[in-house]
């Protein structure tokens, strides 16, 4: 008898717990308050904004995260930690999603919203997420976990129209995003004490993984690598090049320059030349102006060689530096 009176209060409890109404952030509040446990939250959202929903608390509690309302695609190497981050576009109609979460510890649920905007900023911004892609025609991928990949609105607006031509002009696999700024605006992994960078502060720097010939294109060597005897530094060895898609890598970075927001574009110097060749062939027929093309070449200043990319290309956006999306 104990066994089925048991199972018949577990299933009451259950129940209990399934008809408890959700909380609910509503578009006066900006954070909501989550108790320990298993919490249904209904969340109001702006239809055709950019949507961070950032779960803080203990970084070892969380438990489960889903979204319902919306396409969210853990990263590669989603490692499970707070803050848990999904970033997306609502869908046309959409104006609340609903969250089921778990977490060990109380936490804390924050909704930052941006509009798409390639407007330049002249004063710092609170940065957004870049959102999870939907499906392959976005055009990238995210390989690293989603509170590393915060930028100003400009530049997350920049790149999803440039992942999203260079996949319709090409037809070729998605292109990883490797990394932006961490969510609070620091350098990514700094919440780890185990900082990947010397930049990306403030949401103006970009690592995406080269385009390559032999699918995926996500972040690895593309040459024979020399590194220093302090390993210091890390380069290619000269003619080793392989397996990099000059064609789409160039497409991407002039649908970038188009928007005249780049500052600076890092690659190591062994794709340099390959990478302007192919941009000088965009021009005919005409992918993009031939200034754009020009902007591309060595002798522009903008694409330059620098240690340590011979995985990736770093973009580097002109204005200044965004501030954190989270307020206490």
């Not at 609502?90 to 109380?106: A, C, K, Q, Y």
Request: glycine fraction near 6%; aromatic fraction near 6%.
């Amino acid at each position: 008898m104990q066994r089925p009176l048991l199972l018949g209060c577990l299933l009451t409890l259950y129940a209990g717990a399934a008809a408890a109404s959700p909380l609910h952030l509503d578009r006066n509040h900006h954070t909501l308050e989550l108790p320990e446990g298993y919490s249904r939250v209904i969340v109001d959202v702006q239809p055709g904004t950019l949507v961070s929903l950032i779960l803080m608390g203990s970084p070892r509690s969380l438990a489960h995260f889903t979204v319902d309302e919306a396409t969210i695609h853990d990263p590669l190497d989603e490692d499970g930690l707070l803050p848990k981050v999904a970033s997306f576009l609502p869908r046309e109609g959409t104006s609340r999603v609903t969250l089921s979460l778990e977490v060990h510890d109380p936490a804390r649920l924050i909704r930052v919203e941006a509009p798409l905007s390639l407007d330049l900023p002249s004063q710092a911004q609170p940065l957004i997420g870049l959102p999870a892609p939907g499906d392959r025609s976005d055009g990238y991928l995210l390989e690293r976990p989603g509170r590393y990949q915060f930028a100003r609105p400009d530049v997350i607006t920049a790149l999803l129209g440039a992942f999203r031509d260079t996949r319709a002009r090409f037809r070729r696999d998605p292109i990883g995003v490797v990394d932006l700024s961490q969510w609070d605006a620091l350098r990514p992994a700094m919440d780890q004490n185990l900082p990947r960078h010397v930049s990306h502060e403030g949401g103006r720097d970009v690592d995406i993984a080269l385009p390559s010939t032999e699918e995926p294109s996500t972040r690895r060597d593309h040459c024979d690598k020399l590194i220093s005897k302090d390993y210091t530094t890390g380069l290619c060895r000269r003619g080793t090049a392989r397996s990099v898609d000059y064609l789409r890598l160039a497409f991407l970075l002039g649908r970038l320059v188009k928007t005249n927001h780049i500052d600076k574009i890092f690659l190591d110097a062994e794709f340099i030349p390959p990478t302007a060749a192919a941009a000088r062939r965009l021009v005919h027929p005409p992918s993009f102006p031939a200034w754009v093309a020009a902007r591309l070449q060595p002798d522009a200043g903008i694409v330059r060689h620098v240690a340590w990319h011979t995985d990736h290309v770093h973009i580097r956006f002109l204005g200044p530096q965004g501030i954190s999306s989270v307020h206490n």
